[in-house]
Every structure is written in C-alpha cells, then in structure tokens.
C-alpha cells in the first residue's frame, strides 16, 4: 500500500524480494492475517504487538517492518487497523484514542 494522500508521511519502500516472498506465503497461509505493510501473514513473520492498554495489543504490522518506521511512519497501519475494526463494529469508547496515543509513544 502507499501513503498517497495529502502529504502524508511516506514509508520507505518494502523490498521486491520480501513483496514476492510474501505473495508467495500468502498463498500458503490462506486465512491467516497479515502485515499491512509487507502483506508477509503472521504464519511466517512476527508480529510487533502495541500494547495500548494492560491486557490488550494490536498488531498491524510485523517486527521487521515496524522496527524501520518511525512512529509517524507507522500511524497509517493503525489507522487502517481501526478503520477496518470500526467496519466491523469492534471499536469500544476511547479504544481508537489508545491505541494511536501508544503508536505515537512508540509502542
Ligand atoms: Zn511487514
């Protein structure tokens, strides 16, 4: 994907070896999530867990991705994480708020 919008802040670009690689994987994995960035699912990468409140994290992102983005980098994947839990109705009150407030701190 790519941050076209607005003068958003744009991500580095992910290597043609880990697009194909993770094309492949996808195909292999069929039905499991996957990293926003890289597209590689979580049955072959790790995913990096933001910890937003005590008990809970989310992950749009894999540790190798996340760990080459800044925090500002990052926000457009934890937005697409909400935009996409919010389609399907499994956004509580104050939950967007957190978890943006934790990807900004870094988390
Ligand atoms: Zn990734």
């Known amino acids: 994907m790519t941050e076209s919008t607005s ?11 880990r697009r194909a690689l993770a094309a492949i ?20 990468t790790e995913n990096h867990t933001t910890w937003y409140s005590e008990r809970r994290g989310c992950f749009p992102l894999c540790e190798p991705c996340w760990v080459v983005l800044t925090p500002e980098q990052r926000l457009p994947f934890y937005e697409r994480l909400l ?9 509580e009150g104050g939950q967007a708020e957190a978890i943006i407030g934790a990807a900004v701190a870094g988390g």
């Not at 958003?8 to 043609?16: D, E, T, Y």
């Not at 994987?25 to 072959?44: I, L, S, T, V």
């Not at 935009?83 to 956004?91: C, I, K, L, S």
Request: hydrophobic content about 30%.
């Open 7 to 17: 003068g958003r802040v744009q991500s580095p670009p992910v290597s043609a070896q």
């Open 25 to 44: 994987a996808r195909a292999a994995a069929p039905g499991y999530g996957y990293c926003y960035r890289c597209e590689m699912p979580w049955k072959f």
């Open 83 to 91: 935009h996409e839990w919010h389609a399907e109705r499994q956004v």
